[in-house]
T-cell receptor, first 112, second 115 residues
Framework: EDQVTQSPEALRLQEGESSSLNCSYT??????LFWYRQDPGKGPEFLFTLYSAGEEKEKERLKATLTKKESFLHITAPKPEDSATYLCAVRRRDFGNEKLTFGTGTRLTIIP | KAGVTQTPRYLIKTRGQQVTLSCSPI?????VSWYQQTPGQGLQFLFE???????NKGNFPGRFSGRQFSNSRSEMNVSTLELGDSALYLCASSQTQGTSNEKLFFGSGTQLSVL
């Protein structure tokens, strides 16, 4: 069974304090790993898609990386507006059916 | 360009009732998928519709059903509500279906409370 585990569950950082969020997965035939950001009371907002080990993508203070077993979301010099829940999801093909499995997220709080 | 619109925003029902939720995708998007989000289970995939046909289905009982109209708008129905159905129901749209989906655009969801 597909498993997506995100750690830590919650993370509090001082403004400017860099850190990384982890998403480990067990799935055969990965067809994409996605990162989303979710603010309270809103739906998830797309950040990145990674397809193969070694791939990296950046957007402002965020950088996502992918290995064969996990993905990291690195946040550099975060600001209070980066506070949100960060979700990762993996997609694979299952007997002709596309299957997208989400982790339960990391709740990130940036303290001014 | 308007985003994904879900109505109603909040809903309170009692056990045994049924409920219908609505989703209007971004203009030009033909794929609509539905997710249930709870604190303990996170986001779980319900089903995906493309061109008025269900293309993918998650592991939810038959009480959960959906449909898509010719204008790509979608509805989700839950019959015989149970307490455990209390959740945030999210709709997401995309231009294409399945493996072609680079990303999903989510609405703000319908918060359903079952009493």
């Amino acid at each position: 069974e597909d498993q997506v585990t995100q750690s830590p569950e919650a993370l509090r950082l001082q403004e400017g304090e860099s850190s990384s969020l982890n998403c480990s997965y067990t799935v055969s035939g990965l067809r994409g790993l996605f990162w989303y950001r979710q603010d309270p009371g809103k739906g998830p907002e797309f950040l990145f898609t990674l397809y193969s080990a070694g791939e990296e993508k950046e957007k402002e203070r965020l950088k996502a990386t992918l290995t064969k077993k996990e993905s990291f979301l690195h946040i550099t010099a975060p600001k209070p507006e980066d506070s949100a829940t960060y979700l990762c999801a993996v997609r694979r093909r299952d007997f002709g059916n596309e299957k997208l499995t989400f982790g339960t997220g990391t709740r990130l709080t940036i303290i001014p | 360009k308007a985003g994904v619109t879900q109505t109603p925003r909040y809903l309170i029902k009692t056990r045994g009732q049924q409920v219908t939720l609505s989703c209007s995708p971004i203009s030009g998007h033909r794929s609509v998928s539905w997710y249930q989000q709870t604190p303990g289970q996170g986001l779980q995939f319900l089903f995906e519709y493309f061109s008025e046909t269900q293309r993918n289905k998650g592991n939810f009982p038959g009480r959960f059903s959906g449909r898509q109209f010719s204008n790509s708008r979608s509805e989700m129905n839950v019959s015989t509500l149970e307490l455990g159905d209390s959740a945030l129901y999210l709709c997401a749209s995309s231009q294409t279906q399945g493996t072609s989906n680079e990303k999903l655009f989510f609405g703000s969801g319908t918060q359903l409370s079952v009493l």
